[in-house]
């Protein structure tokens, strides 16, 4: 990291103290495009086909949200093991890496560490969870169910990022990382993999984000062929706030979605990679997540969370706005709700 390395964020530009650190940044930013390529991510769809669905794609009319001309894909990501696109990320670190006896760990605002569960179950591996207080009910009781060893830590998932980090250091067990790990941005980018040979003809697709391990594996698989765009909440603009800075910085993090869309910051292996392919960021209100929720349901029976449904709500509220005739992806990236039956 060179001399500088207490002074300045580690993988960032900003801040750099003299000129050797801006090369390093720009050598390591070669560095995460080349990594997180289409040849890592085709080897890592290759370990974890086994393990995974292959979930399905459903063309919308999109006279019925009055965009007539507009042809809407959605990737109902939703129907993955576990209940989200998490899964191929966790399958991918637990099939790439060495895990030692003790096991893994990780921290989630529920969805990855209902992942991880699930995936160390099915490869009989030891793993302890640990979430923040904001987690849904539906997801801890999930990740109990999978039996995983829960601990609630802290409000936000910063918090229980860094009970889990403390974990690791004491135990040995092997962390692994909601997004900002290399093989969880492979995993996840087998969702682009997937869709692109589902559906070959898109012209834009829009990804929800809150620690940004989705878009950034997805956009390393499309890299241009498609116009990628990133959807958050008003209330946790995690990679609005980073694309401003120049840098991974604290954001806000609150709202409807706030136990998947709502960590303290963006990723710093992603963001080089959002840099060169996000083409637009997009706000959505709380508001407009619910509608788009309720939306899902009523047209199509889609019952997402409200993370999951971030993306349609870029659509349907027309802060995103296509052009006549655009193919647009939709990403439906999670559907662990409580059911009232």
């Not at 500088?4 to 530009?13: H, Y």
């Not at 650190?21 to 769809?45: D, G, K, P």
Request: with cysteine; net charge negative; glycine share 10%.
């Amino acid at each position: 990291m060179g001399d500088c390395e207490g002074d300045v964020t580690p993988f960032t530009a900003a801040g750099c103290c003299d000129a050797r650190n801006m090369v390093w940044y720009a050598r390591f930013r070669h560095t995460v495009l080349m990594t997180i390529s289409r040849q890592q991510i085709l080897e890592a769809e290759r370990r974890i086909r086994p393990y995974i669905r292959r979930t399905p794609v459903l063309e919308a009319n999109g006279a019925d949200v009055d965009l007539d001309s507009v042809r809407i894909i959605l990737k109902l990501e939703l129907f993955q093991h576990s209940g989200s696109f998490k899964a191929r990320g966790a399958f991918t670190n637990l099939l790439l890496r060495d895990v030692p006896d003790v096991g893994v760990v990780a921290a989630s605002g529920g969805n990855h560490g209902a992942a991880v569960a699930y995936c160390a179950n099915k490869l009989n591996r030891h793993a302890k969870i640990f979430v923040p207080s904001v987690a849904s009910p539906a997801k801890i009781e999930l990740i109990r169910r999978y039996g995983a060893d829960l601990v609630v830590s802290g409000e936000r998932y910063a918090d229980a990022l860094e009970a889990s980090e403390k974990y690791s250091q004491e135990t040995g067990a092997l962390p692994i990382h909601a997004y900002d790990q290399p093989e969880t941005l492979m995993g996840q980018g087998t969702v682009g993999m997937e869709f692109q040979e589902q559906f070959p003809e898109l012209d834009s697709l829009l990804v929800a984000v809150g620690g940004g391990g989705l878009i950034g594996g997805i956009a390393a698989w499309y890299r241009d062929d498609v116009k990628i765009i990133a959807v958050e909440p008003q209330s946790a603009p995690t990679l609005a706030y980073a694309m401003k800075a120049g840098t991974p910085v604290d954001a806000p993090a609150g709202g409807v979605a706030a136990d998947s869309l709502a960590p303290k910051r963006v990723g710093e292996l992603m963001f080089p990679i959002a840099q060169k392919y996000v083409r637009e960021i997009v706000l959505v209100t709380d508001e407009d997540i619910l509608r788009a929720q309720q939306t899902l349901w009523e047209l199509a029976r889609v019952a997402a969370e409200p993370g999951g449904a971030a993306a349609f709500a870029a659509l349907l509220s027309g802060r995103y706005k296509p052009s006549d005739g655009e193919r647009v992806g939709v990403l439906i990236c999670g559907g662990n709700l409580s059911l009232n039956l």
